[in-house]
């Protein structure tokens, strides 16, 4: 799965056979990858269901701790939306896959629609939207979905660009933890004016 995940995230999916994907792995027999994972549509879901999961196990901790509370500040909301994303990045090491793979996925249009069911329905995203800072009353149902899908776009991409940047040298992957967190705190500050400047204040 690492081999078909990094062929993915650095060429694309149109780009990547799955006999590509068996020789990259060093894999005399092309019919692996099928025999594993049936299809290739099944190995790329594979792929984002485990990475869902390793997110998920830092978000839920987060999520629950904010159960009691009579409220949540905006800067707590996002928190528990990016800094799960940034515990499971410096986890993993660098170079990571993972944020490419992940916006390579959400504009494929085979794929977007199982993204989107496979990292919005969490169990932690849903408690999230119960308890958090973002209200809903009053606000446009087209507002609120422009709205979801710009946090979207801008986290997603910014997390694969800084995954190209270490993987690739541009940033020095002996500071990727501290570029990490950093990124994770620069991306709640924007989210917050995002969502004040859209939505009003919340």
Not at 17 to 38: C, D, K, L, P, T
Not at 137 to 159: C, N, Y
Not at 166 to 184: Q, Y
Request: negative net charge; aromatic residues 6%; hydrophobic residues 40%.
């Amino acid at each position: 799965m690492r081999t078909a995940e990094r062929l993915y995230a650095e060429r694309g999916f149109a780009n990547v056979s799955v006999r590509q994907i068996s020789e990259a792995a060093g894999q005399r027999n092309n019919s692996a990858v099928q025999y594993h994972f049936e299809s290739r549509d099944k190995l790329i879901e594979t792929i984002l269901s485990s990475h869902t999961r390793l997110v998920e196990k830092h978000r839920i901790v987060r999520v629950e701790a904010l159960r009691e509370r009579e409220t949540v500040s905006l800067e707590e909301h996002y928190g528990c939306l990016i800094l799960p994303n940034v515990e499971n990045h410096i986890e993993a090491g660098t170079p990571t896959w993972c944020a490419r793979f992940l916006a390579q996925a959400l504009v494929e249009p085979a794929l977007r629609d199982y993204v989107l069911q496979d990292h919005l329905d969490t169990p932690s995203l849903r408690l999230l939207d119960e308890i958090g800072a973002i209200r809903r009353d009053g606000i446009r149902p087209e507002l609120r979905a422009r709205h979801g899908t710009m946090v979207r776009q801008l986290s997603v991409h910014a997390f694969a660009e800084l995954e190209y940047d270490l993987a690739n040298g541009r940033i020095d992957p002996a500071t990727a933890e501290e570029s990490w967190r950093v990124l994770g705190q620069d991306l709640i500050k924007a989210l917050c004016g995002l969502t004040n400047g859209l939505l009003g204040p919340l």
